[in-house]
């Protein structure tokens, strides 16, 4: 099992897990666990299964076999849903959607809406349709919705989508903040480049095999798991 | 002044405008809802369903009503059950519906040949024939359509917003969308003896299309939605009394001119700030 040393139990343990979409295999007997505390990237090229783990995680598909653990509860009788965050890809929100930032953040009971937004700089437009505002803008707006429900694991997927370079670096910066305060961070990343820059550490997975490391041996990890090629490519 | 008059004297013409106010609220709540959903098309295929529905109940002797209720919401849990198995596109099963109401209603003319005048009148509906009865449906599905928007508003919003995260904080999506395809029946059914079965999805869709081109908010899209049913249902309601035109031809014309109009100014203000609105 692939596993990376921490300072608490685990936030999140895949044992043996299988996941088909109909025929096609894509997560074979995986397994890992990452402590609480960590700030991790997955990472891996399209059709690695970083995006059916994370959904796993997260409830929004069942596995086939296998068992899942989050925050030490076993996933199907997991109900604590305050503790866990997620911030979905921009994409993946309805463009049309007519409702403003102050309408999307009142949706959330928990921290003071109004100073989480303070906190993020996005008071100037809570007015405004949040179908109006930039990628890193709506980025920001996500993140807020997430830090309302003040979790313990915050899951994040490909935030890089749709967000300019500076709105990255912004983004992982402020991620690094909240790791630093006890919030275990969970990326789903492809870009090597930015998660070796920012995260701690990564799992780097390829449906059968998952490596854990540090984010400084990324590339490595890579070669490991996918071949000598891939260490040289995917840095955007 | 002869409207008011008329109002004061017709106990139809009441009755038409009291139903007509309870089916535009609940069409304009319901519809936005499913217009941001995606499930535009819905309405459409429950009422087509409904017309399967209406022709079993006049073949077997049953109230039409009620059989056709039964089959709209059998017919709308099958299509939320079937799309959240992602077993087939929304679509095609709303397509799978319509096919399947229409084969019906149709098979069953030909086979009892005598109900086609009661059908036909389902078909394009009048709301100046409704009854008491009609009358206390239409404010009971109004009354079920309010308690749950009341009470659900901050599970539909976020619903609408994006689904996984609502997933993720523990909303029962499933629930809820079952529940609003049961009132989308309902609201179908009560709807299709004012505008008709042929017109019924466009007093669902068309208010909130209206509203999404100049709204500043999601409240204010439900707001402006229904103000836009509600008048289209009232002016088109008393032209139709007063220039005896076909009433749900008459509303949903207004619909559309609306639809029309906020398109048109919802162009005009992004070519006067010189950016996409």
């Known amino acids: 099992m692939a596993k990376a040393t921490g300072k608490g139990g685990a936030a999140l343990a895949f044992s043996h897990v299988s996941f088909s979409y109909g025929e096609q295999r894509v997560l074979d007997d995986v397994s890992f666990e990452i402590p609480e505390g960590e700030y991790v990237a997955v990472i891996g090229p399209n059709g690695a299964g970083k995006t059916t783990l994370i959904k796993l995680a997260l409830g929004l598909l069942s596995p086939d076999t296998g068992a899942i653990e989050v925050l030490g509860t076993p996933r199907e009788r997991f109900s604590d849903f305050g503790a866990i965050a997620y911030i979905p890809q921009q994409y993946s929100v309805d463009r049309n959607f007519p409702g403003t930032v102050e309408e999307i953040l009142s949706l959330q009971k928990g921290e003071n809406p109004a100073s989480v937004a303070s906190s993020l700089d996005i008071k100037p437009y809570l007015r405004k349709k949040f179908s109006e505002l930039s990628g890193g803008q709506q980025q920001r707006v996500l993140i807020a919705l997430a830090l309302l429900r003040k979790p313990r694991l915050l899951v994040c997927d490909e935030p890089e989508a749709g967000v300019d370079a500076k709105g990255q670096h912004k983004f992982y910066a402020l991620l690094r903040r909240l790791n630093e305060s006890g919030i275990t961070i969970i990326v789903v990343s492809h870009d090597i480049g930015v998660v070796e820059k920012n995260v701690r550490r990564v799992l780097c997975i390829n449906r059968s095999v998952c490596y854990f490391g540090k984010s400084t041996d990324t590339r490595t990890l890579l070669r490991k798991a996918y071949g000598e090629a891939f260490g040289h490519v995917h840095h955007h | ?277």
Not at chain 2, 235 to 255: D, K, M, Q, R, W
């Open chain 2, 1 to 277: 002044m002869s409207i008011i008059t008329d109002l004061a004297t017709y106990s139809f013409l009441q009755r038409a405008l009291l139903g007509g106010i309870a089916i535009a609220l609940c069409c304009a709540l319901l519809g936005t809802i499913l217009v941001l959903r995606r499930l535009s098309l819905i309405g459409e295929g429950i009422a087509h369903l409904a017309f399967g529905g209406l022709a079993v109940g006049i073949y077997l002797g049953v109230p039409p009503i009620a059989s056709a209720l039964v089959v709209a919401i059998l017919g709308s849990l099958w299509v939320q059950r079937i799309v959240a198995r992602a077993q087939v596109y929304a679509d095609a099963a709303i397509a799978v519906i319509i096919a399947t109401g229409l084969s019906t209603g149709i098979i069953l003319i030909g086979v009892a040949k005598g109900f086609t005048v009661d059908l036909f009148s389902y078909l394009f509906g009048s709301i100046l024939t409704l009854g008491v009865t009609d009358v206390w449906l239409c404010l009971a599905a109004l009354a079920l359509v309010a308690v749950f928007i009341a009470t659900q508003y901050r599970r539909l919003v976020l619903i609408t917003f994006n689904e996984e995260l609502a997933r993720v904080q523990g909303v029962p999506v499933e629930r809820i969308t079952a529940a609003l395809a049961v009132l989308t029946a309902c609201a179908v059914i009560v709807a299709m003896r004012a505008v008709g079965i042929l017109l019924v999805s466009a007093l669902l869709v068309l208010p909130a299309l209206c509203a999404l081109q100049v709204s500043r908010s999601f409240a204010h899209t439900l707001l402006l939605a229904t103000c836009i049913s509600l008048c289209s249902v009232v002016v088109g309601t008393l032209l139709a009394f007063s220039f005896n035109i076909p009433v749900g031809g008459a509303i949903v014309a207004l619909l559309v001119l609306a639809f029309a109009g906020t398109l048109g100014w919802r162009r005009l203000r992004s070519t006067a700030g010189g950016s996409r609105v």
